[in-house]
């Protein structure tokens, strides 16, 4: 049985003062039935993972570099993630995709570096609007999979995040059949690829305006097994709604 995961980016936000919401946080979920983990910014890392120290939620980084180590200023190794309490790392999310034009080949270095460090690789996935309305969703997922996932992965090391492009922090989600159909499609990609018991234990997460709204109907939806949050993640009183869903779809 696939434990469920509810993952928080908080992208380009916080300092100090947002620790707190951790700490709230951890009161209301330390003996939770689910996976939590909060990818803070790098300048956090290390003091979030002290505030929430003894609560069974994770920490984890939102980018890594492909080398271990080397002449690359302003990056971070996985290695320096782990060594700053890490378990995990989010790659590929569509942001650095465009922002820093990263490509699939790109992204599956970092996740393997990643999975060499020992860290869980969260690997991002998602269509555009132009590639949706073109029908084109299902071939840029399996490109995306192809090209982003490393031959190393196995049930622990990976989580896989499906984010339409078009729908994170619009408020534009698709319908519950579209979500169905790309999860469904990336269990049988991995079963394809990687045989049954990888694509059984793999972790297959819905982003992309997940609020307490809609987070139950989400959560219903066969093959999805959490939600990587993105603006809702930085309060607790946004957050803890929709781990207290998933934890309902846990049973």
């Not at 003091?47 to 080398?67: E, Y």
């Not at 690997?123 to 084109?136: H, I, P, Q, T, W």
């Not at 534009?172 to 579209?178: A, D, G, I, L, N």
Request: one cysteine or more; proline letters at 3%.
């Amino acid at each position: 049985m696939r434990r469920k995961l509810a993952a928080g980016n908080w992208k380009m936000n916080g300092t100090g003062d947002g620790l707190g919401e951790l700490r709230t946080l951890s009161q209301s979920h330390s003996a939770s039935a689910v996976d939590i983990l909060i990818c803070p910014p790098a300048t956090l890392l290390h003091r979030a993972g002290a505030v929430l120290d003894g609560s069974g939620i994770a920490t984890g980084g939102q980018d890594c570099h492909a080398a271990g180590s080397g002449a690359h200023t302003g990056d971070i190794s996985a290695a320096m993630l782990a060594d700053a309490g890490a378990t995990a790392v989010i790659v590929g999310h569509s942001e650095r995709r465009a922002d820093h034009d990263e490509r699939n080949d790109d992204v599956r270095a970092k996740a393997k570096t990643a999975m060499e460090a020992g860290l869980m690789a969260v690997v991002c996935l998602g269509e555009s609007l132009a590639e949706r309305e073109a029908a084109n969703t299902l071939d840029i997922i399996a490109g995306q999979m192809s090209g982003s996932i490393p031959d190393l992965s196995t049930g622990e090391n990976l989580v896989i995040a499906y984010e339409p492009i078009w729908a994170i922090g619009t408020g534009k989600v698709p319908t519950m059949e579209q979500i169905g159909e790309v999860h469904g499609f990336v269990r049988t990609r991995l079963d394809r690829r990687f045989g049954a018991g990888v694509a059984r234990s793999v972790r297959v997460l819905y982003g992309g305006s997940v609020k307490p709204g809609n987070a139950g109907e989400i959560f219903a939806v066969p093959n999805v097994d959490g939600a990587l949050v993105g603006g809702a993640s930085l309060k607790a009183d946004d957050f803890s709604p929709i781990i207290h869903a998933l934890e309902d779809a846990a049973g």
